[in-house]
Every structure is written in C-alpha cells, then in structure tokens.
C-alpha cells in the first residue's frame, strides 16, 4: 500500500489513508493540521467544537506513531495551545526528544503575553534507535555592518566557520508573509522550515509522510532533498497546488554531493557532519578571529549554488 501512495499526492481523509500504511514503514512523519481557529480553507470548515477536535487529533496522531520506523521521527506543528494536548496524547505511544519554537511574531491581539512562536513537537518511535543528525545554521549577523549578532568575546578563534549547531529555537526562518510568494493556501509553511527538520531526520532516499499537505511545502522539501514523499489533503485545489509545486521543484539542493538547504541562494542549514566535505567549498578567513565581520562565501558561487534555489526563482519569475 505504501507503493500506491510513493511520490504522490492523494486526495482523502487521512484518517482513511493513514489506516491502509504498513506498520513501521516510514521514515519520518511531519503533520501540520488544521488549527481548528476558523480558518478559511477552500473547503474544509476549521471549527470543531473541542472535545470532537482532541479526539479526532488524537486518532492520527496514534495513526502517525503506527507508521514511523522504529529510527524514525514524528514532527507536528501547531499553535502552543493544540501542541500541549498532542503532547499528552504522543507521550503514550513515542519518545518526547524537543519542542522547538519557531519564532514567528504576530500582530497585537489583546492577550495576556502576545504569542510570537509555534511549536514544532519533535518525537521519535525509539530513543536507542532514532535517526537524528546534528545541523548548524549560518551566524547570526547584523543586517547592514555584517558583524556577528552574538559577543563572542576571546573565543572568536575557535568558532565554527559556518556556524552555530541549531537549537531548539529557531529564529532564522520566517513566514512567509507576502502574497505574491505564497499560493492560495492560508497556512503555507516556508520550504527552509521543512527542510531543516528533514535534514535532521532522514538520509536521501527516505520516505517522509504528510498527512495534511496544503500547498505541498513537505513533499516540496522531500523532493529538494533527494527524498521520497507520501501527502494527503481532503481538498482537491490544494492537491492541485501541491502537484503544480512539486512539478516546479527539483532534487537539486546540495553542493557537490552534499544535500543542503538553501534560502534566497545562501546555505540556510547544512548537517554537522558533512562540513568537512563542505568546508572546501567556502573561502574561509586564514585567521578566524575575522570572521567576526567576514561572512565565509561559497567558492565558485554560479556553478555550485546554480539550480540550489529553483523554486525560489520560479516565485520571482512569476
Ligand atoms: C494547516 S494546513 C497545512 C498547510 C501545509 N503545511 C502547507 O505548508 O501548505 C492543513 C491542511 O489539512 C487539510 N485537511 C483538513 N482535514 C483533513 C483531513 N481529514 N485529511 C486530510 N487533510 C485534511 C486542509 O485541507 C489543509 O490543507
């Protein structure tokens, strides 16, 4: 069953879809459903009452920790709210490893502490056994001098030329915010975000199931990454969407052999360990205490970075 579904978005409930996936066969499972916030979704209706939106999230999320590997990783996103009700739900069938924030400000909404992030839970099926890589990102600069944001005072010497290794704070990618780089979709998550997560939970020729998936930005990720994808959506315009994006994306994200990923043409996250194959590839500062001003730059920048960011080509071209 798991063939039928291989590189393809189904149209369905994925409750339905999700029962006929074999037990343990997939990599890793990314679900970012519907907030259940009245969002106006081209068809489906976002307003359960409560009790009846728990107990549906709870069905796939059990769904979800059926099908992942016993080394693989179940991510799902939502508002902090949802996400404390998940968690409750995921402790009984995985193995709780981080809630990362995903910092993601808002407009003044008259609460007691205005929310500036979502959560991503990050779960695995088996703590021995879990698939999980480490990943930098680049260093935080200041926008216009280039410094670095962070004083790392005597100890510039020893930094990573590339970067910090990433936290459960994730600061660097944002929404995406204006209309003409997003489809019409109300919830479309940026690519970087899904590749990063799929950075450091697969290798290239794994599978990665979404369950809900909009606009496609999972499977967009996946393909990018030399992955395999498995999404569902109960709507067929999404499906559409998904299918026109996928089409447009290409397995083309890395240096050399190595798989990347890339924003607005610049490495956005990189695995810890292939930064010796990688490492070539940049100009580094002889004496690193410069990198405290000098941003490391890819060499050969027009051949290696070429098809890095077709997707994000595409969007400007349109
Ligand atoms: C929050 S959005 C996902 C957005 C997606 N992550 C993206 O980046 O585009 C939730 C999606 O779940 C879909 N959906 C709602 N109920 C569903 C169900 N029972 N089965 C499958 N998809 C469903 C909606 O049509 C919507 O596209």
């Not at 916030?37 to 068809?43: A, T």
């Not at 929310?115 to 890589?133: E, S, T």
């Not at 052999?257 to 360990?273: G, K, P």
């Not at 500062?285 to 060499?299: F, G, Q, S, T």
Request: charged share 30%.
């Amino acid at each position: 069953m798991l063939k039928q579904h291989l590189n393809r978005i189904t149209r369905g409930d994925c409750l339905k879809l999700l029962r006929a996936i074999p037990d343990a066969s997939i990599d890793m499972v990314f679900a970012d459903p519907p907030f259940n916030l009245k969002k106006k979704y081209n068809g489906y209706i976002d307003n359960l009452a409560f009790e009846e939106y728990v107990k549906w999230c709870e069905k796939w999320l059990a769904e979800l920790a059926r099908v992942a590997k016993p080394s693989g990783s179940i991510f799902v996103h939502n508002i902090p709210k949802w996400l404390s009700y998940y968690a409750a739900i995921l402790n009984r069938h995985a193995h709780f490893k981080h809630w990362i924030a995903w910092h993601a400000p808002t407009s003044p909404m008259g609460k007691s502490l205005q929310p500036a992030h979502y959560g991503v839970l990050f779960y695995v099926k088996d703590l021995k056994r879990a698939k999980i890589y480490e990943i930098r990102m680049p260093h935080e600069r200041e926008r216009r001098s280039s410094y670095l944001r962070k004083d790392y005072g005597g100890k510039k010497a020893g930094l990573h030329p590339f970067g910090p290794l990433v936290s459960d704070v994730w600061t660097d990618i944002h929404r995406i915010k204006h209309k003409k780089y997003r489809d019409d979709h109300p919830c479309q998550l940026p690519v970087s975000l899904l590749e990063r997560l799929i950075l450091m939970a697969t290798d290239a020729g794994d599978v990665v199931l979404d369950p809900f998936v909009g606009a496609g930005t999972t499977a967009v990720a996946a393909k990018k990454l030399g992955r395999h994808f498995i999404g569902f959506d109960v709507d067929s315009m999404y499906k559409k969407i998904s299918e026109e994006n996928i089409k447009n994306a290409a397995p083309d994200s890395r240096i050399g052999d190595v798989w990347v990923s890339f924003y607005l043409n610049e490495v956005r996250t990189l695995r810890d360990h292939d930064w010796p194959a990688l490492a070539g590839h940049f100009d580094i500062p002889a004496d690193m205490r410069e990198i405290d001003y000098v941003k490391i730059a890819p060499r050969r920048h027009a051949h290696l970075f070429a098809g890095a960011s077709s997707e994000y080509r595409k969007r400007r071209r349109a």
